[in-house]
């Protein structure tokens, strides 16, 4: 099965500093990949999220990067914010085989932009 | 209608008691799943369903039984639980989990649930 990996497990920047959690897979067949921040007590929400036929996408002050080949997307989060202050987890998905898609979760990365 | 949510919020049971835990959603979407979240982990899928058939079942024990009586609700039924259940219980749903596309997932709220 799929199997995701998430690195940093802790990161800490100053506010307006950037931030950048990376992510490997190991299903070759995963074609979507999306991103969620989970505040304390919250719901996880997703972010921003990209599918393999393309290998960037922003959304104001959130990117991510997709690179097929070696396997590995990347969250980038520019002009940081208290707010910003968060788990955030990939994750990966794509076709089974007789099985129903599902989410594989990384091991998540807790966030923390300091004023 | 945007939303996933999730009834009670919070629930204290004990190890004889039988609960259920609920999730509504009314966006159409034909998929939908329990997970269950410890603290400082990612949620751990238990099952999923697909147009109203349950499609996965992660080896989850039998204390744990879901339902899906139809399109847009999910029951989760508790019985004999254990200490090492207590955890978030989160339901999440997404257009369609077959086909080629793949769909965006939305979370509800989730039940915080302990049992003593």
């Known amino acids: 099965g799929e199997n995701v990996e998430q690195h940093p497990s802790t990161l800490s920047v100053q506010e307006g500093d950037s931030a950048v959690i990376k992510c490997t897979y190991s299903?070759?067949?995963?074609?979507?990949f999306p991103w969620y921040k989970q505040e304390l007590g919250k719901r996880p929400q997703l972010i921003i999220d990209?599918?393999?036929?393309?290998g960037e996408k922003k959304d104001q002050r959130i990117a991510v990067t997709l690179n097929k080949t070696a396997k590995h997307f990347s969250l980038h989060i520019t002009e940081t914010q208290p707010e910003d202050s968060a788990v955030y987890f990939c994750?990966?998905?794509?076709?089974?085989?007789?099985?129903?898609?599902?989410?594989?979760f990384g091991s998540g990365t807790q966030l923390t932009v300091l004023p | 209608d945007t939303e996933v949510t999730q009834t009670p919020k919070h629930l204290v049971m004990g190890m004889t008691n039988k609960k259920s835990l609920k999730c509504e959603q009314h966006?159409?979407?034909?998929?939908m799943y329990w997970y269950k979240q410890k603290a400082k982990k990612p949620p751990e899928l238990m099952f999923v369903?697909?147009?109203?058939?349950?499609?996965i079942n992660e080896s989850v024990p039998s204390r744990f039984s879901p339902e899906c009586p139809n399109s847009s609700l999910l029951n989760l039924h508790l019985h004999a639980l254990q200490p090492e259940d207590s955890a978030l219980y989160l339901c999440?749903?997404?257009?369609?989990?077959?086909?080629?596309?793949?769909?965006?997932?939305?979370f509800g709220p989730g039940t915080r649930l302990t049992v003593t």
């Open positions: 299903d070759s067949a995963s074609n979507y």
């Open positions: 994750a990966a998905s794509g076709p089974r085989p007789g099985s129903a898609r599902q989410l594989t």
């Open positions: 999440a749903s997404s257009q369609s989990n077959t086909g080629r596309a793949n769909h965006e997932q939305y």
């Open positions: 369903y697909s147009y109203e058939k349950l499609s």
């Open positions: 966006m159409g979407h034909r998929a």
């Open positions: 990209i599918r393999s036929n393309v």
